[in-house]
């Protein structure tokens, strides 16, 4: 087979291209241009043209009609003309360098910048858009997610803790533990983009000499250059005193922040997936849907586990991120550039993956009521014990002593139903008859009638998660309109 393809004519070659799975199966249009090459290309020329229209205000000259070519140019974009130049001048920057001026025609852009002065700025560019794009994905995430708390409110759940059911709680607070940290996230991700810093134009080791150079070493001019820049790029904050690179920690820190951001998601996932082996959700299963080849009957949480899939990779991405954060050899070097060049792209395809998937299944949610009654109804004289536990207090009885009884006649239970010994839970009747307790069969049966409404504080905890996240529905009202796109 390997000697077949060695063999295969240059006609075929396409056939056995790689390509990028993140980007193709998971990512959204959005953020496939986001990071393509023709884009970033693009992106490139429309930084140079905009440093020599900064440049030429500033007095620099400029060979007149040189902006006017470039700008006609500047779409008229051949990856495979600059791929060959790279080949021979094995320099990327360079070779882009030639091919927009033989375009152009002119040899006016890339004056007094170094390679670095254009890539990491626009690889900051490209991060910062990327974050605003999954800060509104996540925002319609957080909204779906509070209108699925609001519809179960008040529907009854048996709480699990240890995978064991504990105490009563309702669907509209679980989901509301997730829709938390969902927000803790989202403002991590909120403050990163309020605060992002891009590089600059610092020159070949941070000193900016090439550019005061140029300036005849006019300060005040270098220094409205980078401010005019910094309008163009469209933020507010620059690096100050970095060298050839902005530190690699910044990148650490983008990459903690969307996999900080992948957890809610991930959690909400993996209950969901649990539920769903004791049928009391779905995640939805199209009508047309396949969930195994072999066993007709499968109706898998494909897409859920899809989202844990992601959040694992991600794990991953964080530790690469790491790899090259306090690596850094004096004012810079390229021992960080193949790291980079994987996960900068890859977290964004993966994170917003993760989010398409995510915004699919709270969309698409099936709950099975019947299902989760039953469940209840079996094991609700566990769920109010610790109830039965504080009116035993309330009574007399001995914290520990009324404990122990408690646990005893549970066990008990528990171990004759798994067994077969008995059919029914009959627990509050081996409690009334214990004199530990210090609680009357009516009493206990007045707990456990209640013990659907014994969920606390739940109620008030899904009024408080809507709130929150109505004031970033005000914030940014276009996430109101996100819907996620069609899943493979």
């Known amino acids: 087979m390997l000697e077949s393809i060695k063999a295969d004519t240059s006609e075929n070659a396409g056939d056995y291209e790689v390509r990028n799975v993140l980007a193709e199966r998971y990512a ?93 700025n ?21 909204l779906q997610l509070s209108k699925r708390a609001d519809q179960y409110k008040q529907f009854v759940i048996t709480g699990r803790t240890h995978n064991s059911p504990a105490q009563a709680t309702t669907l509209g607070k679980r989901i509301v533990m997730i829709g938390e940290e969902l927000l803790h996230g989202l403002e991590r991700l909120d403050h990163l983009i309020n605060h992002f810093s891009v590089r600059g134009i610092k020159g070949a ?13 006019d300060t005040s001019k270098v220094a409205a250059l980078e401010r005019k820049i910094l309008e163009y790029l469209g933020v507010t904050k620059m690096c100050h005193a970095v060298g050839q690179i ?56 494909r ?26 050899w004096n ?40 299902r989760i009654n039953h469940e209840k109804d079996e094991v609700m004289p566990f769920l109010v014990t610790s109830t039965i536990l504080m009116e035993a207090v309330k009574s007399g009885a001995g914290r520990e002593t009324a404990h122990n009884a408690i646990r005893e006649h549970a066990i008990s239970v528990k171990n004759e139903l798994r067994t077969g010994k008995i059919e029914k839970n009959d627990l509050l009747q081996r409690l009334a008859g214990d004199d530990r307790i210090h609680l009357t069969r009516e009493q206990l049966e007045f707990i456990l009638s209640n013990g659907g409404r014994l969920t606390g504080s739940a109620g008030a905890q899904v009024d408080w998660f809507v709130r929150q996240s109505l004031g970033w529905a005000s914030r940014f009202p276009q996430a109101t309109q996100m819907r996620p796109g069609k899943l493979l």
């Open 28 to 120: 959204s249009p959005c953020m496939k241009e986001i990071w393509s090459p023709r884009s970033r290309v693009l992106m490139e020329r429309e930084f140079w043209i905009a440093v020599l229209k900064a440049q030429k205000e500033l007095g620099v000259q400029v060979e007149p009609g040189a902006i006017e070519a470039y700008e006609r140019v500047k779409a008229d974009i051949d990856l495979k003309s600059i791929e060959d130049r790279e080949r021979q001048l094995l320099h990327d920057v360079k070779s882009r360098i030639e091919e927009f001026n033989e375009l152009a025609g002119y040899e006016e852009i890339h004056k007094g910048l170094t390679s670095r002065d254009l890539t990491e």
């Open 122 to 142: 626009i690889e900051q560019l490209q991060i910062l858009r990327s974050l605003e794009h999954i800060r509104i994905k996540a925002i319609a995430a957080l």
């Open 205 to 217: 080791v941070g000193t900016q000499l090439d550019l005061l150079t140029l300036f005849s070493d």
């Open 246 to 301: 902005y530190p690699r920690s910044y990148d650490f820190e983008v990459i903690s922040v969307l996999y900080l951001l992948s957890c809610p998601a991930s959690n909400f996932a993996t209950t969901l997936r649990l539920m769903a082996g004791h049928e009391l959700a779905s995640e939805g299963f199209g009508a047309s849907q396949v969930g195994s080849s072999a066993m007709p009957h499968k109706m898998n949480c």
């Open 303 to 328: 897409t859920s586990e899809r989202i844990n899939g992601i959040n694992n990779l991600l794990q991953g991405y964080v530790a690469a991120s790491a790899s090259v954060a306090g690596g850094q």
């Open 331 to 370: 004012e810079g070097d390229v021992s960080c550039s193949v790291v980079r060049r994987v996960f900068l792209p890859d977290t964004f395809f993966a994170i917003d993956g993760l989010f398409e998937a995510f915004l699919t299944v709270v969309d698409q949610l099936q709950i099975f009521a019947a």
